[in-house]
Each structure stands twice: as C-alpha cells, then as structure tokens.
C-alpha cells in the first residue's frame, strides 16, 4: 500500500518551454503533497506544500509563478515548470501523506528534468 | 544553514557486520525523526522513525537511537546485507503542527559480499 507514481520519469524540453509533472497517490488519498528538489549530492529540498482544494504554500527562494502547483483532488497533484531554463535542470520528486499519517510521507520515483 | 547534517558521504561494510550511519541536528524544535532509504533513480522509502519523546526505536534489523542533549541520532543496521546498498537520507520535522520535513544530504552505505 501507500504507491505514489509520477509522470513523466523523464523529461527533455526546450529552453523557453513548459513542463508538468503528475503526482498520484494510487492506494489512499492525500490530503496534503509535497514537492522537493535534488541538486547531486545534495538533499531533498521542499519547494511546497499543497493542500487538496487550496492554494499551495510556498517555501522561502521558490518562484510561485515560475513553479505552479495544483491539487485539484486527493490523489492529483501537478507541478508546472513555466518557462523553463536549464538552471531548471533537476530531480524533482513529490510525496503525499495521507490523512491519518500524520508525518509519515510517501515519495514517488521521482522526474529527471533536463532543460537544453 | 543546514539543520540536518549527515556529515559521512559514504560507508562501507562487509557483510554481516553492523552499519551505524549517523546524524546531528541544530534546531531543538525537531521533535521527529525519520529515516529513509533511497535508490538511483527511484524516490526514497521510509524506514524507520523515532519521536523525541524516546531514545530508541527498534524494527527488525533497523534500531534508530536518539540522543536528544547531544542533538544526534544514528541508524544501526545489524546484520547488514547486500541489499542494503543505498543512500540513506535522516529527516526530522518541528512538530506543532508542521508537516515539513527537513532532510540530511545523505550517507551512501555500499554493503560488500
């Protein structure tokens, strides 16, 4: 139980493009999402939190317009790089929790974005 | 300014033997701690965690110890097993009502046959 997927794995897109990545929770529903991002050899750093039905919240240095977040239910959650450029470059991975867990967060595989 | 820090990039262990991975924390609001094992190209899976109403937690061959005054917490893995071989991410939360998570940068544990 507790399968998070995400789509695509991976992603090569033009400088100047968008891109969205899908977060599902397969077996439960989530009430909150995470998204975070992996530079190599570095850890997991938050950029949001989303809420089912709400706005996300964004962490400190993360660029609401640029990373747009939308929860629309309690099994979707998508993040929208916008104008992408190759700083952008990255691993980015989401996790969702369910309702009654409250810390225990469950992670998907994982999006290699490359930005050329 | 990190406030989780796993400050052994790697380890290695033979076989059978015991893994301690290690990690220290600055910020005396952390009231959980989680651990998480992470392969190439694939998003990390819990493991094991520990409130910090406790000093250690036991599953299996994972035991998670806190040492809450020294601000430190390792993971033993006994016996280790090839299989094992992963990178092992230490997290903690600051409770009161924050689900964020704070992660380390990571130990790479390499078991050997």
């Known amino acids: 139980g507790a399968v998070v997927s995400q789509h695509p794995s991976r992603v090569i897109c033009k400088s100047g493009t968008s891109v969205k990545i899908e977060c599902r929770s397969l077996?439960?529903?989530?009430?909150?999402m995470f998204w975070y991002r992996q530079f190599p050899k570095q850890s997991l750093m938050l950029m949001a939190t989303?809420?089912?039905?709400?706005?996300?919240?964004?962490e400190q240095g993360v660029e609401k317009d640029k990373f747009l977040i939308n929860h629309a239910s309690l099994t979707l959650s998508t993040l929208t790089v916008t104008s992408a450029h190759p700083e952008d470059s990255s691993f980015y991975i989401c996790s969702a929790r369910a309702r009654v867990q409250r810390l225990k967060q469950y992670f998907g595989p994982g999006t290699r974005l490359t930005v050329t | 300014d990190q406030q989780v820090k796993q400050n052994s990039p790697s380890l290695s262990v033979q076989e059978g033997r015991i893994s301690i991975l290690n990690c220290d924390y600055t910020n005396s609001m952390f009231d959980y701690f989680l651990w998480y094992k992470k392969y190439p190209a694939e998003g990390p899976t819990f493991l094991i965690s520990?409130?910090?109403?406790?000093d250690k937690n036991e599953d299996g061959r994972f035991t998670v110890f806190l040492n809450k005054s020294a601000k430190h917490l390792s993971l033993h893995i006994v016996p280790s097993q090839p299989g094992d071989s992963a990178v092992y991410f230490c997290a903690a939360s600051a409770g009161g009502g924050s689900e964020k998570l704070v992660f380390g940068k990571g130990t790479k544990l390499t078991v050997n046959p």
């Open positions: 520990i409130s910090s109403i406790k």
């Open positions: 077996d439960f529903q989530a009430t909150t």
């Open positions: 989303s809420n089912e039905g709400s706005k996300a919240t964004y």
